[in-house]
């Protein structure tokens, strides 16, 4: 009996500690540019080392990487030669160093 009582305790007590538990911020940006995809890539590229992004890997699918305690992602898109989409996407555990890092990102590309 007393094995059943403190298994009982141990999964409350580790559901309340799940429950505590808040999943990350996530905030996303689209934006339409008047420059080429490559323009894109080069200027958020520039952006987020000025920013301190740390980790950086770039790839087919964006620019990943970390700034401070956030994730963040960049991807450029084609829409013809002379224009592309920025996409952005920056997640963490502070709602106004999350929006704070988006938004920085956001301005530094136009």
Known sequence: MLN???????FLLSGSAIAEEKPPE????????????EACE????????????ENQVENEY???GNVKSNRVVVKCIEI????????????GYNRDSVELVRN??????Q
């Open 26 to 37: 996530l905030w996303s940006w689209f934006k339409d540019l008047n420059k080429s995809k």
């Open 80 to 91: 013809s030669p002379n224009q592309s989409k920025l996409m952005v996407a920056v997640a």
């Open 4 to 10: 059943k009582a403190v298994l009982v305790f141990l």
């Open 62 to 64: 964006g620019i990943y």
């Open 42 to 53: 080069i200027q958020s590229s520039y952006a987020l080392q000025v920013l301190g992004l």
């Open 104 to 109: 920085k990102i956001i301005d530094s590309i």
